[in-house]
């Protein structure tokens, strides 16, 4: 099946495939099951969903729907961004896999290291209290991995520093233009995996004329470009897409981005339109 099969290995020692679909965005019921059910269908083994997405019964029930084996398909939901605490953890992760109709996932992540309504605060004793609650949640088999999303340096090392197990990825915004350099060396110096979500800056980055260029060079889509680029600077891509063209164009991305086209990419700056 080509791209949507092949993976990643994580610092657990388990494989991840490359692509994911992408569920941010996608309301609960008809749209997030079609768009996840024709996903599977299509191939994706690979599927992120999130507690505050509000789509977790949906995709739970695409996913036992579609009739593939559960230990096919790499699951990975996240604790909501608010909750800093150790027991509200436990309390939210029974919650999604209940929701989900799931007895695990491949992957929990803490969602941000701050709540959504107050970026860029200071919650480095409650992301360290959280994350005791994911490691308790590894080691009970219930989530085969766990990680961290948007965490930058300074997130990242106090669970380095206070945490027993080594975060398998950090879910960061990534896409050509947006590449958070910092994070991204400090996570892969790590072997802390990097996962891109937003790989498309959230279809802003569709219209841009300089990856229009590249595009058209090699017979490709935006999107493909776009998807292509995060694979080769290493990170897993998480295209979100409720149209079945789309879902199967963002999969063929079969080709190779020469270096010289990926170091221009690497270039660009401001790429959202
Ligand atoms: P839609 O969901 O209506 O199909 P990102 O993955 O960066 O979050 O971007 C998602 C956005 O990009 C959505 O608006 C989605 O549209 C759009 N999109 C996804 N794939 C493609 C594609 N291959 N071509 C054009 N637009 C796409």
Redesign the pocket.
Known sequence: MGILTDTYTLNTGATIPKIGF?T???PNGDEAYNATLFALKSGYRHIDTARVYGNEESVGKAIRDSGIAREEIFLTTKLPADVKNYEEAFEKFETSIKTLGVDYVDLYLIHAPWPWSDRGGDYTEGNIAAWKALEEINKSGRAKAVGVSNFAVKDLQAILDNGTIVPAVNQIRF?IGSTEEDITQFSQDHDILIEA???????RI?NNPEVKKIADKYGK????VCIRYTLQRGTVS??????E???L??AAVDFEIDAEDMEYLNGLQDTEV
């Open positions: 992408g941010w965005q996608i896409f979500y937003s790989p498309l800056a959230t279809g569709l889509t935006v999107a493909q998480l295209p979100k897409s409720t149209h063209e789309y879902i164009q963002n």
